[in-house]
């Protein structure tokens, strides 16, 4: 069983950034896929960014891409997500969640353990 616990979210004005960190325990971290996803009101959770268990091959939704990321810290168990040039659109709650083995392609279903959240909030 693998727990996670998001940190980093916070208020924040649109053009600034923001680091969330998801630090996890329970499990060999190093054999876990992990990914961030987001989930704004009345929406539907969306992967955001992913990083494989192997390569560190990663993967940015379009919405991001240029903007975000996704980096991890095999040591501290440790998974990052950097986002820069933050918009309004970008507000929701950020999970992380984590998959043994996984791919980066994996979706949402594809996820075995997740984490509380960590709210974003961007002001215009």
């Known amino acids: 069983q693998v727990q996670l616990v998001e940190s980093g979210g916070g208020l924040v004005q649109a053009g600034g950034s923001l680091r969330l960190s998801c630090a996890a325990s329970?499990?060999?971290?190093?054999?876990?896929?992990l990914g961030w996803f987001r989930q704004a009101p009345g929406k539907e959770r969306d992967r955001v960014a992913a990083?494989?268990?192997?390569?560190?091959?990663?993967y940015y939704a379009d919405s991001v891409k240029g903007r975000a990321t996704i980096s991890r810290d095999n040591a501290k168990n440790t998974v990052y997500l950097q986002m820069n040039s933050l918009r309004p659109e970008d507000t929701a709650v950020y999970y992380c969640?984590?998959?043994?083995?996984?791919?980066?392609?994996?979706?949402?279903?594809?996820?075995?353990?997740w984490g509380q959240g960590t709210q974003v909030t961007v002001s215009s």
């Open positions: 969640a984590a998959h043994l083995f996984g791919s980066t392609t994996a979706r949402r279903n594809g996820y075995d353990y």
């Open positions: 329970g499990g060999t971290f190093s054999r876990y896929t």
């Open positions: 990083i494989s268990w192997s390569e560190g091959t990663t």
